[in-house]
């Protein structure tokens, strides 16, 4: 237990501070090196590198129509009836954002417009590791779909000899993915980035990975012209705030989910009674013995932090200060507390609404800035997809009239030939 009030500014900020992300020179040169051979060898570099990360004996690199097709039959009834309610609550929530035209006559005139695109080619990625995750399909596979991007790649690692996940397939089909790509890492990413026989080239990269695919996301956008990617990534993180009435129970569980994502996971408790503390920590221990992930999530306890606050509203303070990717509100009349909510990727009102509701299936989009990035970026939402523009459309009256602002500016800024611009015009009788 950390008791906030007695602890000096230098011990707090030790107490907030997150695991360092160590991305060595060896991880950098390495994704250069994968990116030159994509570059230059394009399918045959992928398939190679299937064969050497995933042991893959006899790699491919599409998936055919006809698997995504009949993915739903391969599914039992009960995970694909999740799949498929799931995907209508975060399409439901999704829609909610598709953007709107405005136009405002600015002065009698002139008109301006913020009109918006859709970006035409999108690149999803969707880490391997040890389970399928046709969650991260999903939130990622709706937002594009909703945009109505024309071209939507999905890259995915398969392993061994395993055939792709039908929970996979059947996701993406629901979003209307039709390139699929058997492939991951950095290789994946750079595939996307670049185009190759079978990868289709896209604008903008989207998902989660490790270290490798990181670097060559941010690698790739610095040197690829008109490349972006969604946002920087880190460790999986999550913050709960509890006061007397919450349970202990609830909370080690929603500190728990969030320890076994990695090691490297950081959770962090902030309450106001050393009581529920000590409960909280009894409980986290009685629910470690049955998880299967049981050394990851301790090892992501030891970066994490129970602390004892003076109020509610001073954890709402520390928690604006470290801006988590998930903010937990286990407090009495928490709809009170929300205008207190600063820097926080995503916020779970109440008793009742763990993280994994968000993870999974509410409809709110479970791509969220990590590692103090909320403070300035925001959770995956459909605007991500799309890109906005400006039109103007003005009169010779109306050219007029903004000329008192033009010439003037223009004469201050030395640049005659802006400035000339709008004369040629006034003086033009031809009209």
């Given at each position: 237990m950390f008791d906030w009030q007695s602890a000096t500014s230098v011990q707090r900020a030790e107490c907030l501070s997150r695991p360092a992300v160590k991305v060595g020179d060896k991880v950098k040169a390495a994704v250069e090196n994968i990116i030159d051979n994509v570059a230059k060898n394009g399918d045959k570099a992928l398939l190679g590198y299937a064969e050497q990360f995933d042991a893959r004996i006899s790699p491919r690199i599409r998936v055919s129509d006809s698997e995504i097709i009949q993915s739903e039959f391969a599914l039992e009834p009960d995970l694909k009836n999740a799949i498929d309610q799931a995907y209508s609550n975060i399409k439901r929530f999704h829609q909610l954002q598709t953007p709107q035209s405005k136009q405002i006559e600015t002065q009698p005139g002139v008109i301006c417009e913020l009109r918006f695109q859709a970006?035409?080619?999108?690149?999803?990625?969707?880490?391997?590791?040890?389970?399928?995750?046709?969650?991260?399909?999903?939130?990622?596979?709706?937002?594009?779909?909703?945009?109505?991007?024309?071209?939507?790649?999905?890259?995915?690692?398969?392993?061994?000899?395993?055939?792709?996940?039908?929970?996979?397939?059947?996701?993406?089909?629901?979003?209307?993915?039709?390139?699929?790509?058997?492939?991951?890492?950095?290789?994946?990413?750079?595939?996307?980035?670049?185009?190759?026989?079978?990868?289709?080239?896209?604008?903008?990269?989207?998902?989660?990975?490790?270290?490798?695919?990181?670097?060559?996301?941010?690698?790739?956008?610095?040197?690829?012209?008109?490349?972006?990617?969604?946002?920087?990534?880190?460790?999986?993180?999550?913050?709960?705030?509890?006061?007397?009435?919450?349970?202990?129970?609830?909370?080690?569980?929603?500190?728990?989910?969030?320890?076994?994502?990695?090691?490297?996971?950081?959770?962090?408790?902030?309450?106001?009674?050393?009581?529920?503390?000590?409960?909280?920590?009894?409980?986290?221990?009685?629910?470690?013995?049955?998880?299967?992930?049981?050394?990851?999530?301790?090892?992501?306890?030891?970066?994490?932090?129970?602390?004892?606050?003076?109020?509610?509203?001073?954890?709402?303070?520390?928690?604006?200060?470290?801006?988590?990717?998930?903010?937990?509100?286990?407090?009495?009349?928490?709809?009170?507390?929300?205008?207190?909510?600063?820097?926080?990727?995503?916020?779970?009102?109440?008793?009742?609404?763990?993280?994994?509701?968000?993870?999974?299936?509410?409809?709110?989009?479970?791509?969220?800035?990590?590692?103090?990035?909320?403070?300035?970026?925001?959770?995956?939402?459909?605007?991500?997809?799309?890109?906005?523009?400006?039109?103007?459309?003005?009169?010779?009256?109306?050219?007029?009239?903004?000329?008192?602002?033009?010439?003037?500016?223009?004469?201050?800024?030395?640049?005659?030939?802006?400035?000339?611009?709008?004369?040629?015009?006034?003086?033009?009788?031809?009209?």
């Open positions: 970006i035409e080619a999108v690149g999803l990625y969707v880490p391997g590791g040890s389970a399928p995750l046709p969650s991260s399909v999903l939130m990622q596979g709706v937002c594009a779909q909703l945009s109505g991007a024309k071209t939507i790649v999905l890259a995915t690692p398969v392993k061994g000899d395993s055939q792709i996940n039908p929970a996979i397939l059947y996701a993406a089909k629901l979003c209307g993915v039709t390139d699929i790509i058997e492939c991951g890492g950095a290789g994946a990413i750079a595939a996307m980035a670049l185009g190759t026989d079978s990868v289709p080239k896209v604008n903008k990269i989207f998902g989660p990975g490790n270290s490798f695919v990181t670097m060559a996301k941010q690698l790739l956008c610095q040197s690829v012209p008109g490349l972006a990617i969604d946002m920087p990534a880190g460790p999986s993180e999550v913050l709960v705030i509890a006061d007397k009435g919450a349970n202990p129970e609830f909370i080690a569980a929603d500190l728990l989910s969030q320890a076994e994502h990695g090691e490297d996971s950081q959770v962090i408790l902030l309450a106001t009674e050393a009581q529920l503390i000590k409960d909280t920590e009894v409980a986290i221990e009685r629910q470690l013995r049955v998880l299967s992930r049981a050394d990851i999530a301790r090892a992501a306890l030891k970066n994490s932090t129970l602390i004892l606050v003076e109020s509610v509203e001073q954890a709402f303070e520390i928690s604006a200060e470290y801006g988590p990717e998930h903010l937990i509100l286990q407090i009495r009349e928490a709809e009170r507390f929300l205008p207190l909510v600063k820097n926080a990727g995503s916020v779970f009102v109440g008793d009742y609404t763990p993280e994994s509701a968000g993870d999974y299936a509410s409809g709110t989009n479970h791509v969220l800035p990590t590692y103090g990035y909320s403070k300035t970026y925001s959770s995956l939402n459909l605007m991500d997809f799309y890109k906005a523009y400006t039109v103007q459309t003005i009169t010779k009256e109306g050219l007029r009239g903004l000329s008192s602002a033009i010439l003037p500016l223009a004469q201050a800024e030395g640049l005659d030939a802006h400035a000339n611009a709008v004369k040629v015009r006034l003086e033009n009788n031809n009209d």
